[in-house]
């Protein structure tokens, strides 16, 4: 039986040194690339995340201000009236999966607290681009909810879009205290309707949408395909989406805003997705568009 269980062990550490020196391969082949990249392009920019990468270990965000954020420093708690968990953000508490553990949530929330860092390529809001006072607000692939709950004051309605059943339960007892204003919607959305998912021209056809998020994982172009309505009919409209899951994604998603005259801004910096297994040269990501109308 002893044997047995070391070599359990043993598998299992061969496989995380295994995933540790494919990781390290990857970043100097994407270290290399950009070097002989700045041969013949050379930027500021990307001299700096050759810096970062040489200098540092692997990061989707190869910038020096992930470095201000420690998981050890998020504090967790328990709810003792329902035992789930939660963080404090702007002292309103952020809820978790049930089977998450602290050390889950402490990791996940920091991953959170980077990527809308005011220097992060995945920042939604950026200067005079917010939610503003009224604002109805879409937040598709709510997710934790983050995002709805940084502006939950100022926005009159907020649609919480999110597929995973596991969120639901978390995102009900973070909005709690603005259920009248909060619906949440356990529901893919993309180009068609049936039982799984809703497209947006049909769900929110009576509304006026202000602000508008979506990180969907890849599908942004079908989602914008299935609220060509909204794009073209709507006006005073923030669209915030992010470009980042596939190769192409900044160049279709800012060509389809554009044919529909919104002015777009990418963010600043560039992200290194390394969850894409198909991730090739130029290896660098941007990361959302800000687009106005």
Not at 158 to 178: G, H, N, Q, R, S
Not at 183 to 191: M, R, T
Request: charged fraction near 30%; aromatic fraction near 14%; glycine fraction near 4%.
């Amino acid at each position: 039986m002893k044997s047995f269980f070391k070599r359990i062990i043993f598998h299992i550490i061969g496989a995380k040194i295994w995933k540790c020196r494919i990781r390290k391969y990857k970043k100097w082949k994407i270290i290399n690339y950009l070097k002989k990249d700045l041969k013949t392009n050379q930027t500021v920019e990307k001299t700096e995340i050759v810096d970062f990468l040489t200098h540092n270990p692997f990061s989707v965000f190869p910038y020096n201000f992930i470095k201000k954020y420690n998981r050890k420093d998020i504090i967790v708690y328990t709810d003792n009236d329902c035992g789930m968990k939660y963080v404090l953000q702007d002292n309103k508490r952020l809820y978790f999966k049930n089977n998450w553990r602290n050390k889950k949530i402490q990791k996940y929330y920091n991953s959170l607290l980077i990527e809308q860092d005011i220097d992060s390529p995945h920042r939604y809001e950026y200067s005079d681009f917010r939610v503003q006072k009224g604002d109805i607000v879409v937040d598709v692939g709510a997710a934790e909810g983050n995002f709805a709950l940084s502006i939950i004051e100022e926005a009159e309605r907020v649609y919480l879009f999110e597929v995973d059943e596991k969120w639901i339960d978390a995102l009900k007892m973070t909005f709690a205290p603005w259920k009248e204003k909060v619906i949440i919607v356990n529901k893919y959305v993309s180009d068609t309707n049936d039982n799984n998912c809703v497209r947006l021209d049909d769900f929110l056809k009576e509304e006026q949408i202000h602000f508008l998020k979506i990180d969907v994982e890849g599908a942004e172009l079908q989602l914008l395909t299935g609220a060509e309505v909204i794009l073209s009919t709507q006006k005073s409209i923030k669209i915030a989406v992010c470009t980042y899951h596939k190769q192409n994604d900044a160049k279709d998603l800012n060509q389809m805003l554009m044919n529909y005259d919104f002015h777009t801004e990418f963010s600043k910096g560039y992200m290194i997705f390394l969850h894409d297994k198909a991730l090739a040269p130029s290896y660098l990501r941007k990361g959302l568009i800000r687009a106005t109308k």
